[in-house]
């Protein structure tokens, strides 16, 4: 990491000025949010004023009612053709006058595949921007974290080239490996205990043991820790877990565990690892315990806070981080997507169940779809998968939003993405100045979730009917099913109970049930696949077969709680403890995916053309 400049004093004036710059910044975006928005819907359309994309649909004003009457409301597929065009090296100005400097993968899937959504150069200076406000709006709330450094553990993730030579990547690996971040000016905000070659390693056990290593040996200075997701937080600890001793012994040596190849990441942590006995007791004291209850803070003594995102699918981590943290304010900072950075909470002390963030106008121009729950016990959220004409106009500004309505989140941004359906459902929580803060709901149509992983019913259908082909040889037939995702252990996993009916008088051996795993695995998409693989944040499928009858009492249960006779249908996925509590206490035999499934960075097709 660059040094400290040698004037302290003068440095923390900077700090301050700069500080009080962001929040001005903050406030004078919040206080005329429409007039940023028409500003930036104007240069984003003037600027691609010939692309094809909007040639093709007859704008031919930057006019915000012309926009809106001209342009369709759009999800990924209708730009599919498009990005494939541009992916395989076609250069001529298809949806932005700009170059597209790479392709940032989203966590989303289309036909089993990450998306792939297009980027320019001048997006990482907009997403830099972001950055810049989370510490002085933290600052506000927790003062002197300038005197003491971040303990984040950040990774980056598998890479592929597309046909046409662009690398297509997540969007953090994407900013890590830029000159800004890399080559960032030292920021008392930006003094992360991990120095930038143990986070850019792409061997995920030498990132993690090294980044942990140098967390440990800094221990006393650490006043933040956190990771980007909260499930990324839990599963350093539960490495911390697995291999203290060996830690602890490097920090009573000096040296490190011979399993770290890598000459960058042995070079910059030799400049922080000295021996020390007197730590290395410490930490084998502390570690060998039977409770890990509050290892946080009494490993990290000095930490303030979490700093993870722990809204959506994240929530069901918070008990565990309550555990391991001794109930240290768990923070939100900031609400991003490959797409496009879109806000910050500007009130990150506040509980997790209470988050909201002020999108930034200047990041994109922003619309809303109104949503609306169906009525009955599941409340489900009915968002239709196309518009007709009478929906598209439905659409809002970010001004026009009303206190407590649910909106789909529809982004038009600078890298050539016109009103395009992000699938995040947000409700208003309240305002800044006349800027709207929106509670995170969720992603729409996820039923299970682990970790960046997304999967849909449709696709958990097609997996599940995949799998169950295994069993036709023994006249077995899956009478119904649920899932849900297991987060009790480290990483968390899939669970999916199956109530079977039995016909043939062949007793079904193990081996089959696990083939029936690892069927459903190599059905799910790329990004579940890549964290079974490569990334190891989730663990092996399962499934349990359970009683007949169970999903009889699944039903009676839920008819007792006030569900409709006449419209109930098994949920295809169940969070509900109390019936999940039901579902285990009559499962009969449980099968583990025996192997990881097949999985490569890219996509197929291209691993098909190389």
Excluded at 170 to 183: E, I
Excluded at 518 to 531: C, F, K, M, P, T
Excluded at 565 to 588: D, G, M
């Amino acid at each position: 990491m660059p040094e400290a400049p040698k004037k302290p004093t003068d440095h923390h004036s900077s700090i301050m000025e700069k500080n009080s710059m962001a929040i001005q910044l903050i406030e004078e975006v919040t206080s005329n949010p429409d007039q940023v928005q028409q500003r930036v819907l104007s240069e984003i359309l003037t600027v691609n004023a010939d692309v094809e994309y909007l040639r093709r649909h007859g704008l031919s004003s930057a006019d915000r009612a012309t926009f809106k009457k001209t342009m369709p409301v759009i999800t990924y597929e209708d730009i599919q053709t498009d990005i494939t065009r541009i992916a395989n090296g076609d250069k001529s100005p298809i949806l932005c006058s700009q170059p597209i400097s790479e392709f940032l993968t989203s966590s989303g899937t289309s036909g089993g595949e990450r998306k792939l959504m297009p980027t320019i150069e001048q997006e990482l200076e907009r997403r830099s921007l972001l950055y810049s406000l989370l510490m002085p709006v933290m600052s506000q709330f927790v003062p002197d974290l300038e005197k003491g450094k971040g303990m984040y553990f950040l990774f980056i993730k598998s890479e592929a080239k597309t046909p046409g030579g662009l690398a297509a990547r997540p969007v953090l690996t994407s900013y890590y490996k830029s000159t800004h971040f890399k080559d960032r000016p030292y920021d008392p905000y930006t003094n992360y205990t991990s120095p930038n070659q143990t986070i850019l390693c792409s061997d995920s056990y030498q990132s993690m043991y090294s980044q942990m290593l140098c967390g440990l040996c800094l221990n006393k200075q650490v006043l933040r820790v956190g990771a980007v997701f909260a499930s990324g937080f839990i599963r350093a600890i539960r490495f911390l877990e697995k291999h203290w001793t060996l830690l602890s012994h490097d920090i009573r040596t000096g040296s490190i565990n011979p399993q770290i190849t890598d000459p960058d990441v042995r070079e910059a942590v030799l400049k922080i690892l000295k021996p020390d006995p007197k730590l290395a007791d410490f930490v084998e004291a502390e570690c060998s315990k039977k409770s890990w209850q509050g290892i946080i803070t009494r490993l990290w003594p000095n930490t303030k806070y979490v700093d993870v995102i722990v809204t959506g699918t994240m929530s069901q981590y918070i008990p565990t981080l309550d555990y391991y943290s001794n109930g240290l304010p768990l923070v939100c900072t900031m609400y991003a997507s490959s797409e496009c950075y879109f806000g910050v909470n500007l009130n990150p002390m506040c509980k997790p169940s209470e988050v909201s963030y002020t999108l930034i106008p200047t990041m994109a121009y922003f619309e809303f779809l109104p949503v609306h729950r169906n009525n009955g016990v599941t409340n489900s959220i009915n968002v239709p998968k196309s518009l007709n004409e009478k929906e598209q106009q439905e659409l809002v500004d970010l001004a026009d939003v009303k206190l407590g309505q649910e909106y789909e989140l529809v982004v038009t941004t600078y890298a050539g993405l016109y009103r395009y359906r992000v699938g995040d459902v947000l409700r208003v929580a309240g305002f800044k100045n006349k800027a709207p803060q929106f509670n995170f709901i969720c992603r729409k149509n996820v039923v299970l979730s682990i970790d960046a992983d997304k999967t849909d019913e449709v696709e958990l259908q097609n997996a599940v009917k995949n799998g169950v082909n295994h069993l036709m040889p023994f006249d077995a037939i899956l009478v119904e099913y649920t899932s849900y995702a297991d987060t009790s252990t480290i990483p968390g996993h899939y669970v999916l109970f199956w109530e079977l009916s039995i016909n043939g008088s062949t007793v079904i051996p193990p081996s089959v049930f696990e083939d029936c795993c690892l069927s459903i695995e190599e059905s799910l998409n790329s990004v579940y696949r890549q964290g079974r693989v490569s990334d190891k944040s989730i663990g092996p499928l399962e499934i349990r077969v359970v009683e007949s009858g169970t999903f009889d009492k699944l039903m009676d249960y839920a008819i007792s709680l006030g569900a409709s006779i006449n419209q109930y249908k098994t949920p295809r996925c169940v969070k509900f403890a109390p019936i999940i509590e039901l579902l285990n206490s009559r499962v009969v035999s449980s099968y583990l995916s025996p192997k990881c499934p097949k999985w490569a960075p890219g996509h197929k097709q291209w691993n098909n053309m190389n």
